[in-house]
């Protein structure tokens, strides 16, 4: 009589991989100043209509516009990373 069918054992720690590389941390930098300037942008939003002065979304645009300069050249970066990795 054959008993139930037993699951297959986990695989050491020593096997597993690491829970940050490389790669790993720089993608969790991005996200890290991408809600940065969420949060700024944000608040500068709310300080300009609080306030009346359009400063503030001046500085909110500002700020736009440099964080998509700046996930341009890191997607940029990524890519060209993924070129010479394949030569």
Known sequence: MAGPARAEPKPPAARCQPLLREETSSVIVLRIVGFLVLLTVGASIVTAFLTGDRRW???????????????????????????????
């Open 57 to 87: 979304l001046r500085f909110a645009w500002q700020v736009t516009k440099f964080a998509a300069v700046l996930a341009g050249v890191a997607m940029a970066l990524f890519v060209l990373e993924r070129l010479i990795l394949v030569i």
